[in-house]
């Protein structure tokens, strides 16, 4: 600012002023308080997630092995073609996955038995008596008898309603 051509004494009183100066730029360490409460919980709520996911992961380690199993049995039904072997097998898996669920009652029962228990109980998996028969049928047949085509494309769909109830068991 030009102080020519201003009185002597407010020249001098104007040439003391100095320009404004800013406060200096607030740095980012350390950080406040409630930054710090906030990075806690986050870090607590990370853990508390992982420790859930680890325990759900744990307690569902019965529904991959019965999947990978019951996945297991049909491919091998798909190569050997031994329909009272596929019966037999998917029967004790599901009495397995049964007892493992506490459904202990029912482990004294026939494949036939078995079946229709499960259209009894658990109707949405889509079993029915027709495929109880079909267990029956199985259970009397001397394991190389040939089985009807129907017979045995119900057969196969038997994965299906197994996985349907897997399902409704998780």
Not at 139 to 146: D, F, Q, R, S, V
């Amino acid at each position: 600012m030009s102080t020519t051509g201003l009185d002597p004494a407010l020249a001098g009183m104007l040439s003391s002023l100095k320009d404004i100066q800013e406060p200096a730029a607030i740095g980012w360490w350390p950080p406040a308080p409630g930054w710090w409460a906030l990075a806690i919980m986050g870090v607590g709520s990370l853990i508390a997630l992982m420790f859930y996911l680890w325990r759900r992961w744990r307690k569902h380690r019965w529904y991959r092995q019965a999947r990978a199993h019951l996945q297991a049995i049909e491919s091998r039904f798909a190569r050997s073609g031994d329909p009272h072997d596929f019966m037999h097998h998917l029967i004790a898996l599901s009495k397995s996955v049964a007892r493992h669920q506490g459904t202990a009652g029912v482990l004294g029962y026939s494949a036939a038995q078995w079946i229709q228990y499960l259209a009894t109980h658990y109707p949405a998996c889509g079993f029915t008596t027709e495929d109880a028969a079909v267990a029956e049928d199985l259970l009397y047949k001397p394991p190389g008898a040939p089985l009807t085509d129907a017979r045995r494309d119900q057969l196969r769909q038997w994965p299906t309603k197994f996985g349907r109830w897997l399902n409704q068991m998780k």
